[in-house]
């Protein structure tokens, strides 16, 4: 019999499934430069005069797309007819292409998907989705050199792979469920700096929103003066929503200490503004300080990086509950690091060249605000960190010590074997003492009173402490004293643990009352329903004729 087999792109095994993962990539970018394109090419059919035709709109969007990805662009038509280098990237533009990077990982990593299709692994379906990706960018860059803004080569090269594998990489690592690092400082630090980030970022945002509230007349006045028709006021009013979170990191790196530059040899701090800025007409500019020394509202502002710092050391101190103070502050540190590292790759994102000469340096510089957000961590977050730490280490003493200082309660020794003995043993003839006292039939349950007429099994041991001794037959044996303490730590039956914890109960043994209850009767050894009742009493003797 000839047996038939299939390829394994018919059956789809592997290489299918990086195919389609390949095709993901693709789909994904050109999604997000259509969608750039539609809205370039109803802004050419509605202005009233445009400049140029469909072929200068298509090369306007794919520039748009690039620069989206932090690809700086380059414009040719100048008045001076030298090349200008444009490099601040509207932020709110990545959120599309990330996102769609992002689903392209995570849907061909996701099992529900694929059914019985064999998923590729990780690193095969981030590098397919990335190869797919980058596929369709490196035509773009190709057709952008023949138009009016061509793509810097330089930075294509750099923060377009950069971009792309992270959000690729994102996107696998939800699929995954977003796992954690097993360290437990690793995942704590890493919750921190995100905590961290997240306020920071924030609190820059409210730091510009009230700054342009406050200059709301100078915001309308750039922005008449920038606007002619309708089409030319909603393409300003799109382009100043797509710069606001480029707003927000310039409120945080402002906060930081560093400020941000306008221009060369101008520089916004909360100490206020030195030299001359070159400021370009637009209306979010309007928020920049004026300039002269800073007042308390310029200083106020510092009150952002201080409460990040202190909520990132905050969550650490939380988290250190069992750690020894290196690991917490070295746990601090690090989500520092972190945090700093991200802020510096935002600024490096928010600012850029707008032109050549004097602003040809425009926005934060990276590496001051990434440093700036390390020293705040270390020198506020790191002692936060630790003072939590110590704060609820101290109001555990008060329990610990509470546990402590209660004594075990005294405990009869050979309760549990003395119990067993009673029930395995044939149950007597009732006596008249027995019925007319219902406390020695409790002691009788629960092992504190031996059976009359049993005989204890003899010790296994010469000496035993707390067992029984032999005695006549007819006569009850007496119960050995009890042993309290590291007394009652040895010997068949007794206690195991010195310190009377055995169960985890503060009070001493098993069988102890903790109430001091003189109607305490425990349950353990009575019998239950499918258990066989005791055998009953053996017939007395019949007398003798005699």
């Known amino acids: 019999m000839t047996h038939v087999t299939e390829h394994p792109l018919v059956r789809g095994g592997r290489s299918a499934a990086l195919a389609t993962a390949c095709v993901r990539g693709g789909v994904a970018a050109g999604l997000g430069l259509g969608a750039l394109a539609v809205l370039v090419i109803a802004a050419w059919i509605s202005s009233p005069y445009p400049d140029s035709g469909a072929g200068g709109a298509l090369h306007l969007a794919a520039g748009l797309w690039l620069l989206a990805h932090g690809v700086d662009l380059v414009r040719t038509d100048t008045l001076s007819g030298l090349p200008a280098p444009l490099g601040v990237v509207p932020m709110l533009l990545v959120a599309l292409p990330v996102w769609l990077v992002h689903r392209a990982a995570r849907d061909t990593l996701d099992a529900g998907d694929e059914g019985d299709r064999p998923r590729p692994s990780t690193s095969a379906a981030v590098a397919a989705v990335a190869g797919g990706y980058l596929l369709v960018a490196a035509a773009t860059v190709a057709y952008s050199e023949s138009g009016p803004l061509p793509a810097d080569l330089t930075t294509a090269g750099l923060w377009l792979p950069a971009v792309v594998v992270g959000a690729a990489g994102a996107g696998a690592w939800t699929a995954l469920g977003r796992p954690m690092p097993g360290q437990r400082q690793a ?40 606007v002619g028709e309708w089409s030319g006021s909603v393409s300003v009013l799109l382009l100043a929503l797509a710069l606001l979170p480029n707003m927000a990191v310039w409120g945080a790196a402002y906060g930081l200490g560093p400020g941000f530059t306008l221009g060369t040899g101008a520089t916004a701090t909360p100490l206020g503004l030195a030299g001359d800025p070159a400021v370009p007409p637009f209306p979010l500019l309007a928020a920049l300080p004026a300039e002269g020394r800073g007042t308390w509202i310029h200083w106020a502002v510092v009150a952002v990086p201080l409460a990040a710092a202190v909520l990132q050391g905050r969550r650490v101190g939380r988290s250190a509950g069992t750690w020894t103070a290196r690991d917490t502050a070295l746990t601090a540190l690090g989500a520092a690091w972190g945090c700093g590292a991200a802020v510096a790759v935002l600024a490096a994102a928010a600012g850029g060249p707008l032109g050549t000469g004097r602003l040809a340096a425009f926005g934060p510089v990276w590496w001051q605000a990434g440093a700036a957000t390390v020293l705040w961590g270390a020198c506020v977050g790191v002692p936060v960190s630790l003072g939590v730490r110590a704060w609820g280490r101290r109001a555990l003493r008060p329990m610990r010590k509470q546990k402590q200082k209660q004594k075990p309660v005294p405990v009869v020794a050979g309760a549990e074997s003395g119990a067993m003995g009673a029930m395995d043993a044939p149950s007597p003839s009732p006596s008249p003492a027995l019925s007319t006292a219902p406390a020695v039939l409790k002691g009788l349950l629960s092992g504190l009173v031996p059976a009359p007429g049993a005989v204890p099994p003899p010790a296994p041991s010469a000496s035993g402490a707390g067992q029984t001794q032999p005695h006549d037959s007819g006569t009850a044996p007496e119960p050995a004293p009890a042993r309290v303490g590291s007394d009652a730590g040895s010997g068949p039956g007794a206690d195991l643990d010195p310190d009377g914890d055995r169960y985890g109960d503060p009070y001493g043994g098993r069988y102890t009352d903790p109430y001091d209850d ?20 053996p017939a007395p003797p019949a007398p003798s004729a005699d």
């Open 187 to 226: 995942a704590a630090a890493l919750r921190a700096m995100g905590l961290g980030l997240v306020t920071l970022l924030g609190g820059g945002a409210v730091a510009a929103a009230v700054s342009l509230a406050l200059h709301a007349r100078q915001a309308q006045a750039a922005y008449t003066g920038l």
């Open 518 to 537: 003189s109607g305490f009767e425990p349950y353990d050894y009575l019998p239950a329903a499918w258990e066989p009742a005791s055998p009953p009493p």
